[in-house]
């Protein structure tokens, strides 16, 4: 009698287990263990230096666009008063060349203008002595006047005939000036050209120079790591500080491959840490890894660890300042 009680007594334990685990799959949402973490930022060096000073250590709030620290910029400031010198002197010059090619320009036109006159003048002359003298040569012809009025004249005419070369050739030599002064303008132009490259060669020093000076992210955040000290050397890529945005964390899950479907870029979450137990915040998946790797050790059962995995990154949008870097919890799908 008591063997026949058992054996439906098994059914039924056996029955209510079975919906039981058969109720939870339906209906509890499928969740992944994670951790929370931050993104931190490491704050290198650009230039070459000794440094001088790290004003924050590790575990301080660093306001935003705060100086971390600064480098030994002697160097740096040598070369750049070297280039404003330079400037001043170009400065110098250009003022003299523009005066100079103002003045030579004046004086050129000045003069042209004087030697096309006296060469219109002189033709003038040259003409009309070649009237007069073919006026005389026929009143000569006729017995009107002397062998000596005529010569008189031919000589008048050789003579005009000689300043106009003259003129010509001062004309001549006087538009050949002409070149001097494109050459003075082109070399104000060089001047002008070496002024605006030693400008921004001295702009280059000048953003260079911002350099020596290493300052924090726009928003506040913590200091996590000091990687170098005063008195050290500092590289172009050298890692001065690490930093943490505390309104820019997340937590990190692995999803089995089988479920990675289930997760999509920008897709909503609920986030409930183990430390409150049924209140849950709202999470965003930013984050899937392309790529599935083995199941990081830190996972607790090993028989979890033997399958591959794929990365995720769940971005906490609501009550960051309570996640504590390191701290576990779950991550519910909602949909």
């Known amino acids: 009698m008591q063997r026949k009680l058992v054996v439906p007594l098994v059914a039924v334990v056996a029955l209510a287990l079975g919906g ?38 590790e575990g301080a709030t660093v306001s935003p666009n705060a100086v971390i620290a600064t480098l030994d910029d002697g160097d740096i400031q040598a070369r750049i008063k070297s280039k404003q010198e330079e400037i001043a002197v170009l400065d110098a010059d250009l003022q003299t060349q523009e005066q100079r090619v103002q003045l030579v320009e004046s004086t050129w036109q000045r003069d042209l203008n004087a030697r096309r006159a006296e060469m219109q003048e002189a033709d003038a002359a040259a003409n009309l002595a070649e009237r007069t003298l073919a006026r005389e040569q026929e009143l000569t012809r006729r017995g009107v006047s002397s062998q000596q009025t005529l010569d008189d004249h031919r000589a008048r005419r050789d003579e005009t005939r000689s300043a106009l070369a003259r003129a010509r050739e001062m004309l001549a030599r006087t538009e050949a000036e002409e070149r001097t002064i494109t050459l003075a303008r082109h070399e104000l ?22 350099k020596y000076v290493i300052h924090a992210p726009a928003t506040a955040t913590t200091v ?42 920008g897709q909503r ?67």
């Open 224 to 265: 996590l790591t000091q990687f170098i000290w005063p008195g050290e050397l500092a590289q172009p890529g050298t890692a001065v500080v690490s930093v943490l945005d505390p309104q820019d964390k997340y937590v990190q899950i692995y999803v089995p491959v089988a479920d990675v479907e289930r997760l999509r870029v």
């Open 189 to 210: 132009a060089s001047l002008r050209e070496k002024r605006e490259l030693a400008l921004a060669q001295l702009d280059e020093l000048q953003v260079t120079h911002s």
């Open 269 to 335: 979450v609920q986030i409930e840490l183990d430390s409150e137990p049924g209140h849950r915040v709202p999470g965003e998946v930013s984050f899937v890894a392309d790529k599935a790797n083995f199941t990081p050790e830190k996972i607790e059962t090993r028989s979890d660890r033997m399958g591959q995995v794929y990365r995720a990154k769940v971005r906490i949008l609501d009550g960051v300042e309570r996640f504590q870097p390191g701290t576990e919890g779950n991550v519910y799908l909602t949909g």
């Open 20 to 57: 039981l685990l058969y109720l939870r799959r339906d209906h509890d949402p499928p969740h992944y263990t994670g951790f929370v973490e931050g993104e931190e930022r490491v704050m290198r060096s650009e230039v070459m230096g000794r440094v001088l000073e790290v004003r924050f250590a």
